[in-house]
């Protein structure tokens, strides 16, 4: 199966800073088929980017994605307080779907 | 507003069989562009991706669980179920639903999630 490794664990910063969360890839993926989630405390995850760097509908333009082969990042050029939360990415290039262990965004 | 919700016991014992139920409202489970799936998160884990099922009901599993989970859907009752058998703790987790977009392949509606705890 293609194993998704997020880095960092963790990443704190305060609001308005600059967040650049990784997901790195053991098999190449196409670009269409690596999407994002956010995930905050009691409920349930939703979709930031698909298509490694398509906003889902209603998503700020303060997340943006990039990336390709085995590298994916997802941006969000100045953090919000309500973006503190843990931030997921998933690929279904190849079955079985996988996600990355997720990366957690505190508050410093 | 398409929503999705889970329903099931919330224990269940060692060796038994978990059955969870997710219902389907403000899209038809009948509708061909989408994969109907589960997915669950042990405590402190990541998330893992069960099963989906197509309208049609053929099925794609994960081999890691393939052996114990069987998904199915009533298409009358707009809803898709899931039966994971012979469980132990570590199946102890909270479970999702979520409908897979099928030409791109990503969750865009989820569930709220439903703790199950195996545990006599």
């Known amino acids: 199966e293609n194993v998704l490794t997020q880095s960092p664990g963790t990443l704190s910063l305060t609001p308005g800073e600059r967040a650049t969360l990784s997901c790195r890839a053991s098999q190449s993926i196409s670009s269409s088929y690596l999407a994002w989630y956010q995930r905050r405390p009691g409920q349930a995850p939703r979709v930031l980017i698909c298509?490694?760097?398509s906003r889902a509908t209603g998503i700020p333009d303060r997340f943006s994605g990039g990336g390709s082969g085995t590298d994916f990042t997802l941006t969000i050029s100045r953090v919000e307080p309500e973006d503190f939360a843990v931030y997921y990415c998933?690929?279904?290039?190849?079955?079985?779907?996988?996600f990355g262990q997720g990366t957690r965004l505190e508050i410093k | 507003q398409v929503q999705l919700q889970e329903s099931g016991p919330g224990l269940v014992k060692p060796s038994e069989t978990l059955s969870l139920t997710c219902t389907v409202s403000?899209?038809?489970?009948?509708?061909?562009?989408?994969?109907w799936s589960w997915i669950r998160q042990p405590p402190g884990k990541g998330l893992e991706w069960i099963g989906y099922?197509?309208?049609?009901?053929?099925?794609n599993y994960n081999p890691s669980l393939k052996s114990r989970v069987t998904i199915s859907v009533d298409t009358s009752k707009n809803h898709f179920s899931l039966k994971l058998s012979s469980v132990t703790a570590a199946d102890t987790a909270v479970y999702y639903c979520?409908?897979?977009?099928?030409?791109?392949?990503?969750?865009?509606?989820w569930g709220q999630g439903t703790l199950v705890t195996v545990s006599s």
């Open positions: 099922i197509y309208y049609s009901g053929s099925t």
């Open positions: 298509g490694a760097s």
């Open positions: 998933q690929q279904y290039d190849s079955s079985p779907i996988t």
């Open positions: 403000g899209d038809s489970v009948s509708s061909g562009g989408y994969h």
């Open positions: 979520a409908r897979l977009r099928r030409t791109s392949y990503y969750f865009d509606y």
